[in-house]
């Protein structure tokens, strides 16, 4: 009885209800393993993205002493003092134009925002002060910025 249901069951290619069914499991299970692991791997994405935030900017002397050198390629400025060296971002913190090297500090084209030297935010729709990066000097006497670790605005790189 149970062999004419089955037999029954098979349409024209020879296959059965069952057979359709067992294969959907397999592969509904190789897809939930398949989005699993994607799912772990994603938990070292930040870390990567961490990585690609550090780069190399040169040595000291491509900075002027007592001047903000703007880095336009990597959006930020770069400060060197008698003392040391310290990076800011270019990125204006309300709607991220570039901004631009003032008289008082920083100021935004775009809504007329205004920082001054240590990128605190002094007027205009910005309301976040800007980022500081930290720096330190690599093996090779290279200074690298690392934009996934922020400091203060009087910390620098003292050289
Ligand atoms: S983007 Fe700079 S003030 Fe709006």
Same mark, same amino acid.
């Given at each position: 009885?149970? +062999? &004419?249901?089955?037999?029954?069951?098979?349409?024209?290619?020879? %296959?059965?209800?069952?057979?359709?069914?067992?294969?959907?499991?397999?592969?509904?299970?190789?897809?939930?393993?398949?989005?699993?692991?994607?799912?772990?791997?994603?938990?070292? =994405?930040?870390?990567?993205?961490?990585?690609?935030?550090?780069?190399?900017?040169?040595?000291?002397?491509?900075?002027? =002493?007592?001047?903000?050198?703007? &880095?336009?390629?990597?959006?930020?400025?770069?400060?060197?003092? %008698?003392?040391?060296?310290?990076? =800011?971002?270019?990125?204006?913190?309300? &709607?991220?134009?570039?901004?631009?090297?003032?008289?008082?500090?920083? #100021?935004?084209?775009?809504?007329?925002?205004? +920082?001054?030297?240590?990128?605190?935010?002094?007027?205009?729709?910005?309301?976040?002060?800007?980022?500081?990066?930290?720096? %330190?000097?690599?093996?090779?006497? #290279?200074?690298?910025?690392?934009?996934?670790?922020?400091?203060?605005?009087? #910390?620098? &790189? +003292?050289?």
């Amino acid at each position: 009885m149970i +062999y &004419l249901k089955r037999e029954m069951d098979k349409n024209k290619t020879g %296959h059965t209800r069952r057979d359709f069914i067992k294969r959907f499991t397999i592969w509904a299970a190789v897809f939930a393993g398949f989005m699993a692991s994607i799912s772990l791997l994603r938990q070292f =994405v930040p870390r990567l993205t961490r990585y690609q935030k550090r780069f190399k900017i040169g040595r000291k002397n491509n900075f002027p =002493v007592n001047t903000f050198t703007f &880095l336009a390629d990597r959006k930020l400025f770069i400060y060197r003092d %008698h003392e040391g060296i310290r990076a =800011v971002s270019a990125v204006c913190t309300h &709607l991220g134009c570039i901004i631009e090297k003032s008289d008082e500090g920083f #100021q935004c084209p775009c809504h007329g925002s205004r +920082y001054n030297k240590d990128g605190e935010v002094i007027s205009g729709a910005a309301v976040k002060d800007l980022p500081w990066y930290s720096l %330190h000097k690599d093996v090779d006497g #290279q200074i690298v910025v690392d934009q996934g670790r922020l400091v203060d605005p009087d #910390q620098k &790189l +003292y050289l």
